[in-house]
């Protein structure tokens, strides 16, 4: 290294050590951080572990395929995720179905369609939506939302009520339907928000080739702008459905819980309820290890679920790598 | 079949400012002609009015008459679209599209015509990549990404691409000032051939090239910042070259200014 430079011409010792002691400052504050976060995911993956486990062991019926749920009794104890495993993944994956094409579909209108008067507060006013709070939006769900959606809901349940999707519910407005439509909504802003950004950032010399060839506007979006735009698509998406998975407060005041020991009913028009809103709804109970050890267990379910949407996200985008540059 | 086009009192606005004023000029099928001159003189634009890519820029917009055979493309009823399809175009920076292989970067143009004949497919992308000198090359990875090809690659592919779908024009934008001198000179070997089947319009900033493959050459020139860009002299490039009528030509040529 030393025979690099002239012996005149060598940096002095102190300017290098003033450079270096810089980017070993920051050099340890940005591994730091990246350890943090890892640190900090093991950590709760661990608590969730160690306060699940003696609890699962104790349980009286099968935790993955059981759908009782009774820890009043901490000496036999019976409780299983099946009703609220289902109820969670019908809720999100109903309120994706509803927001992905609605927010495509704003983020082409923003980006490719809009005068550029009206992309800037179109987005803003997306962007807004993201900044209301859950609560407001269960109330502002099952006040005035339930009942607008409700002529959907008949119609549905009246034309399609074969398909057990969408057979009979429940009177209240307290339904999954209810509450997928909610959190479409809820999820709608991040799903266009990024979306918006990737679609953006298409360049405009493959859109211009498109164009060239003879591709009509919608053609050139199909053939250069959505393909681009699709990893980041589906990641935004991912996003979306993580958290509508764990949405709490909205969907807890909205989905009415169903009468103990009631028959599974897997229409869109039945209550329920999903992991968050039963552990939310229970908070009064954590009164012993044991029953918490059931919640926590349910936590760790919901945990694990969310890992496994963006583990398959990952995969998805991956797989198509070496087309995105 | 290569198209004999016209342009008559052809004026090009973006928003309110006058890029280009009244362009007349004849260019000749199945030969290249080459458009000259210093940057924002409006060779581009103009380039761009003769497949109305203009008109996706907002505010782009023209007047006056641009004949191919004898009908105005500029008319009030004619689809850009339409246009488009006709009068293929080969950018500056070689832009195939990223998320297509090799093939599908070949064949989708034809595919926007409603071509899903697998064998016809394959056969039209043989025969444009085999015009695009580019066949031996990637014969064997036709299904791998057109961005994993080298920046000459890819530009012989847009090329390719271009031509698949038989157009009548081919226009070029600098299509090798993002390129190293060999595969210049490949681009070039191919521009010479691409005239036997189609009209060559080719915007350069690079002088010899002009002279090296071009029939006839057009120079472009502006009176100063903000004033439209304007033909200034048309002729065999041969002449422009050694004895150009125009002052200005010239000055430009030598090397004097631009």
């Known amino acids: ?325 | 079949m290569a198209k004999n086009i016209e342009a008559i009192d052809v004026n090009v606005y973006y928003s309110s400012f006058l890029a280009v004023e009244d362009i007349n000029m004849e260019i000749e099928p199945n030969a290249v002609t080459a458009f000259i001159g210093p940057s924002g003189c409006g060779k581009t634009t103009f380039l761009r009015t003769m497949n109305r890519m203009i008109e996706t820029i907002p505010g782009g917009r023209v007047e006056g008459q641009l004949m191919m055979n004898g009908e105005n493309t500029l008319a009030a009823g004619v689809d850009p679209v339409a246009v488009r399809r006709d009068v293929g175009m080969v950018f500056q920076r070689p832009n195939p599209f990223p998320t297509m292989s090799i093939f599908d970067n070949v064949v989708a143009g034809l595919k926007l015509n409603g071509e899903r004949n697998k064998s016809t497919l394959a056969e039209v992308a043989e025969r444009a990549l085999r015009s695009a000198n580019l066949w031996e090359e990637v014969k064997d990875r036709l299904d791998r990404p057109g961005a994993g090809l080298s920046g000459g690659q890819q530009q012989r592919l847009c090329i390719a691409r271009a031509i698949a779908v038989s157009p009548d024009v081919i226009l070029m934008d600098e299509p090798c000032s993002a390129l190293d001198p060999i595969s210049t000179l490949a681009i070039e070997d191919l521009i010479t051939e691409l005239k036997t089947e189609y009209t060559v319009v080719i915007v350069t900033h690079n002088m010899q090239q002009a002279s090296r493959v071009s029939d006839t050459t057009a120079f472009f020139n502006i009176a100063g910042v903000g004033q439209p860009g304007q033909l200034i002299e048309m002729g065999p490039t041969q002449k422009i070259f050694s004895n150009p009528d125009e002052p200005a030509t010239e000055d430009y040529i030598s090397g004097r200014f631009g």
């Open chain 1, 1 to 325: 290294m030393t025979a690099f430079y002239p012996p005149d011409t060598k940096p002095s010792q102190k300017s290098r050590s003033t450079g270096r002691g810089g980017d070993r400052a920051v050099a340890f504050l940005t591994s730091s951080a990246g350890i943090a976060i890892i640190v900090t995911v093991v950590l709760v993956g661990v608590f969730l572990l160690w306060q699940a486990i003696p609890s699962v062991m104790a349980d009286q019926v099968s935790f993955l395929f059981s759908r009782e749920w009774d820890v009043s009794d901490t000496d036999d104890l019976r409780f299983g995720i099946l009703d609220l495993l289902y109820t969670t993944v019908l809720s999100s994956v109903f309120a994706m179905a509803l927001a992905v094409p609605v927010a495509i579909g704003i983020a082409l209108y923003i980006t490719q369609y809009a005068p550029l008067k009206l992309a800037k507060p179109v987005a803003y006013v997306v962007d807004l939506l993201a900044a209301v709070p859950s609560i407001i939006f269960g109330l502002w769900g099952i006040i005035v939302l339930a009942p607008v959606i409700q002529p959907v809901a008949t119609f549905l349940n009246s034309t399609l009520g074969w398909f057990p999707l969408f057979g009979d519910g429940i009177k209240s407005p307290g339904t999954v339907f209810t509450a997928g439509v909610v959190l479409a909504i809820m999820i709608l802003p991040i799903i266009t928000a990024i979306s918006r950004e990737v679609v953006d950032q298409t360049p405009l010399l493959n859109k211009e080739a498109a164009l060239a060839l003879g591709a009509t506007k919608w053609e050139a979006i199909k053939m250069v702008v959505l393909p681009f735009g699709k990893p980041g698509i589906i990641s935004a998406s991912m996003l979306g459905l993580g958290r509508a998975l764990g949405e709490t407060i909205a969907v807890m005041i909205i989905l009415s819980k169903p009468a103990p020991n009631a028959d599974f009913n897997p229409s869109l028009f039945a209550g329920g309820e999903t992991f968050a809103s039963k552990i939310a709804n229970n908070a009064a109970e954590f009164d012993s290890p044991e029953k918490t050890g059931a919640y926590i267990a349910a936590g760790l379910v919901l945990f694990i679920l969310t890992f496994v949407v963006n583990a398959i996200a990952r995969w998805v985008i991956n797989r198509r790598k070496e087309y995105s540059e």
